[in-house]
Each structure stands twice: as structure tokens, then as C-alpha cells.
């Protein structure tokens, strides 16, 4: 019996919120006296999978079946419950995502399992077995005891400090049945965005708002956060007025993020940009009006024109390199 852990793949490279998921994983393990499997769907090399060994993972067990290289939430929730049976595991790990969420929510049906989602600390084991998630956006935090047999968590990113360490995990194959009815829909087309990095898997994003005043002034945001490493970003008004693509909307109706850093540049913090962020590790708010609602979420400030403060914040972090 171990914590079973859905990973996600990119690339075939393990996405880094699903590295967290096994850091996370790893813990409840030693909460429970288990030790921590991981799951990985489609085609990678082994050395990838290996290097969950370094986030605590002991086990990969890998379905390398091209038919799962693109993502298919009824046929991953098939594979996972099989592989929950095979290893007679009774607390499932998965990193909260799109397909995340729906690989959960499908696969606690066919387990008949308890699921708590956002759950953002390791659970308390004393007699019970309690969960703390986020709700309402993130504005307050309920527990949740699971009393089901099996337990599924949907670890929202940040809920634990993965520390890399010098484990190796020992990959084996695992041979489900791949049922046709799970393959009815099928992935004709997939594009990418164009940015680098993800903004779901950035550690750091750098968020632009009408207080840029238009498209042609984006260049010192987009300097800076290279200067960075950073994603870019921005606010819904932003995206809608064309002057950065819908792929960067962050907020309610857009992206959610939870990255170390969120920095707003220009962006008065409508209650709807907050839902999409407040998810974030530390928020840095930049902008010319004191009173703007954003700075009453900000764990930094900085008061000033965008235009002066971004140059020299980018030269800053260039000196520092």
C-alpha cells in the first residue's frame, strides 16, 4: 500500500507544480507510514521520471502508451483507478490544474472516493484524517475531516516548500486496460502559446494593466520581466481591448495563478483580478495612484509612474546578475 501521486507531463519532462505534488505526497507518505508511488501517463525518458526520486518518491509506475501522450482526463481517470487498485492505494495526490480537476472529480466516481480540492496544507492524522483547503477565492480556509476509505487531494501550488535532495525513484512499467469508449473524443490540434514559460508553472509573473496605457508601451514590462525570468501577464480590460492576447488573462474569468512572486504593474485590483492571484507566495503592486484597491492586497508597494520605476527595477536586477 503507498500514496499514489498523478503527475503531469510537458514535453516529457514532469511539470514542476506535479514535482510539488510529489514533495507533498512524500509527507503525507511519512504521516501514514507509507511510502509514495507516482504515476506518469505518455511518452518521456526514464531519467525524467527518475528525478522524483530527489522530491521523495520511491516507485514510477509508467504507461508509456502513445494513445496517452495527449491529455484525455476520461482515459487517465481509467488508468488511475486501475493503478489505485493495483497498489491498493487508499490517498491519491494530484497537483491542481484543468486536466488535474477533472482526472480527480472523474476518477473519485469510479473509486467511490472522498475529494477535497485547493487543499493547501498537509493533512492532520490523529484519529481522523483532516484537510485544510482555500475557498471563496482564497479569502478564508475550511478543514474538512474524510471519513471515505479512499481519499483524493488536489494539493493547490505553494501548499508545501519542495525541497530537492539526492533520491532516485525506480520506474516501472504499468499495462492498463485502455478501454475505446475513454478515446471517443480525440486531440486533432494542439497550439501552444507563444510565451516561454507557463503561467501556471512560473515561478515568478510580471502583470500588466490599462495603466500602461497601450500595446506600444509594453516593451518595459516585457524587459523586465526577462530581466526576471518571469511570464508575462495581465488584466482582463488588457485582454479584452486586444493589447496583449487572451492566453495572458489572469483573474476570475481567466488564468489562476499561484506563483513565489506576482508583481502588478498598472493594475487598479478589481475584486475580479484578485480571485485570479491571491493564490500568489508575495504580491508586489506598482503604481502611480495611492489609493488603488490592489495596495490592500500587496505585501509590497511601490507608489510611483510605471514608466520610471520599471526601467530602473529592470537595471536593478541586471546589475544584481
Known amino acids: 500500500m503507498s500514496v499514489l501521486i498523478f503527475v503531469e507531463l510537458d514535453n516529457g519532462s514532469v511539470k514542476k507544480t506535479s514535482l510539488e505534488a510529489v514533495a507533498y505526497g512524500a509527507e503525507v507518505a511519512k504521516l501514514t507510514g507509507t511510502t509514495a508511488t507516482v504515476l506518469a501517463l505518455g511518452k518521456t525518458e526514464p531519467g525524467a521520471l527518475e528525478q ?24 487517465y481517470a481509467d488508468v488511475l483507478a ?8 487508499k490517498i491519491i495526490i494530484i497537483s491542481k490544474s484543468g486536466l488535474g480537476d477533472a482526472v480527480a472529480a472523474r476518477a473519485a466516481a469510479k473509486l467511490k472516493a472522498g475529494i477535497v480540492s485547493g487543499v493547501t496544507e498537509l493533512p492532520v492524522i490523529n484519529g ?6 482555500s475557498i471563496f477565492t482564497g479569502k478564508a480556509f475550511s478543514q474538512v475531516d474524510m471519513k471515505s476509505d479512499i481519499k483524493i487531494l488536489v494539493v493547490k501550488k505553494n501548499a508545501i516548500e519542495a525541497n530537492e535532495g539526492s533520491g532516485t525513484a525506480g520506474v516501472e512499467g504499468f499495462s492498463p486496460v485502455l478501454r475505446d469508449s475513454d478515446f471517443q473524443a480525440s486531440v486533432g490540434q494542439i ?14 509573473i510580471v502583470s500588466g494593466g490599462r495603466g500602461m496605457k497601450g500595446p506600444e508601451n509594453w516593451q518595459p514590462l516585457l524587459d523586465f520581466a526577462q530581466a526576471l525570468g518571469a511570464a508575462t501577464g495581465c488584466s482582463k480590460p488588457v485582454s479584452d481591448l486586444d493589447w496583449r ?8 474569468t481567466g488564468i489562476k495563478v499561484s506563483p513565489n512572486l506576482y508583481i502588478a504593474c498598472g493594475i487598479s485590483g478589481a475584486i475580479q483580478h484578485l480571485a485570479g492571484v491571491n493564490g500568489s507566495k508575495y504580491i508586489v503592486v506598482i503604481n502611480k495612484d495611492p489609493e488603488a484597491p490592489f495596495f490592500k492586497a500587496a505585501d509590497y508597494g511601490i507608489v510611483g509612474d510605471i514608466f520610471e520605476v520599471l526601467p530602473r527595477l529592470t537595471q536593478a536586477v541586471r546589475d544584481l546578475k
Open 52 to 75: 522524483t526520486g530527489r522530491f521523495g518518491a520511491t516507485r514510477v509506475l509508467h504507461v508509456a502508451d502513445e494513445k496517452l501522450t495527449h491529455e484525455n482526463s476520461l482515459a
Open 82 to 89: 486501475q493503478a489505485v487498485q493495483q497498489e491498493n492505494s
Open 128 to 133: 481522523s484524517f483532516a484537510v485544510t483547503r
Open 191 to 204: 497550439e501552444k502559446a507563444g510565451t516561454e514559460l507557463s503561467l501556471t508553472e512560473a515561478d515568478i
Open 245 to 252: 492576447p487572451h492566453h495572458e488573462h489572469i483573474g476570475q
